[in-house]
Structures are given as structure tokens and as C-alpha cells.
């Protein structure tokens, strides 16, 4: 099983990145897949998720409006799009794999966000 985030960068207040999740060894389409992040002293949160097919997802309201969770199920990848990037965006991003009694994390990556 892996799952390798990528994407993650330096980026101005304002800009835009986004982020991948690629996955391999598991049925990727029977897992909810969520974005977490973390920044530093502080506990992980939930960014953003999306059901098995795309057809539900939920965000948390500090992203509403500017991030994009989407998922391409025959390459194996959930995306983030981020937009309008704020300095308190700033953290280590994680991917999860949700079946609820089971998941697998990814490593991570790093979004920056400063002038």
C-alpha cells in the first residue's frame, strides 16, 4: 500500500497550488478520501473529503470557496485544488484513505504560504 502526496510549494498570499494524492495496493474507489493538514503547535484538521465515486464532498469552513477536493478513480488520485491562498493556510498537508474501520496515511507535504 502507498500513498505519496505531492505538490506542496512555496507560494505567495493569493496564489494557487495544487496538490495530488496517488494511490496503489487497495480498491481506491470503495475509500472515502480526505485532506488533512497540520500546522505548527497545532492539532491536525480536516481540510476537505470526498465519497468513493465524487459524488459527495464536505470542507471546512476556513476553505469553503477557495479549495476544490475532486478525485480521478481510474488514475488512482485525489487532487486539491487551493486558491486565494493565505498565509494561515500555511502547514503540512496529509492524504488519508478512509474504509472507517481501516485507513492509510500518506507522508505529506509541505504548503507555504508567505510574502
Known amino acids: 500500500v502507498q500513498v505519496v502526496e505531492s505538490g506542496g510549494d512555496l507560494v505567495q498570499p493569493g496564489g494557487s497550488l495544487r496538490l495530488s494524492c496517488a494511490v496503489s495496493?487497495?480498491?481506491?474507489?470503495?475509500?472515502?478520501m480526505r485532506w488533512y493538514r497540520q500546522a505548527p503547535g497545532r492539532e491536525r484538521e480536516s481540510v476537505a473529503s470526498i465519497s468513493g465515486v465524487g459524488m459527495s464532498t464536505t470542507y471546512a469552513d476556513s476553505v469553503k470557496g477557495r479549495f476544490t477536493i475532486s478525485r480521478d478513480n481510474a488514475k488512482k488520485t485525489v487532487y486539491l485544488q487551493m486558491n486565494s491562498l493565505k498565509p494561515e493556510d500555511t502547514a503540512m498537508y496529509y492524504c488519508?484513505?478512509?474504509?472507517?474501520?481501516?485507513?492509510?496515511w500518506g507522508q505529506g507535504t509541505q504548503v507555504t504560504v508567505s510574502s
Open positions: 495496493g487497495f480498491f481506491f474507489s470503495s475509500y472515502v
Open positions: 488519508f484513505a478512509d474504509r472507517g474501520s481501516s485507513g492509510y
